[in-house]
């Protein structure tokens, strides 16, 4: 199972990115998909997930600014942010639980896209 994560960039505060990630491979399902963040110097910390009927859960430092959406059909997982602010400098990874086809659970992480708000 592989996760490529595309979208990240540089851009000044108040604007928008959307970062998007797509799964490959072998599996049977995917379950809870989600982005998280990690900033220099800090651990690793939830963004935003989604179930696979849709629901979502949101970190209360990007609430109401950003939106997590997915495409089941083409298994894939977006976030849209807007308005940026410079605490949103991170790198952004991605992460998909799937069941694979031999019905054994596991968890798989993108690359991380780099996401740099200017003050």
């Known amino acids: 199972v592989q996760l490529q994560a595309s979208g990240g960039g540089l851009v000044q505060a108040g604007g928008s990115l959307r970062l998007s990630c797509g799964v490959s491979?072998?599996?049977?399902?995917?379950?809870?998909m989600g982005w998280y963040r990690q900033a220099p110097g800090k651990q690793r910390e939830l963004v935003a997930s989604i179930t696979r009927g849709g629901n979502a859960h949101y970190a209360d430092s990007i609430k109401d600014r950003f939106t997590i959406s997915r495409d089941n059909a083409k298994n894939t997982v977006s976030l849209q942010m807007n308005p940026l602010k410079p605490e949103d400098t991170a790198i952004y990874y991605c992460n998909a639980d799937v069941v694979l086809r031999n019905l054994q659970k596991s968890s798989h992480w993108g690359q991380g896209t780099q996401v740099t708000v200017s003050s």
């Open positions: 491979g072998s599996f049977f399902v995917i379950n809870d």
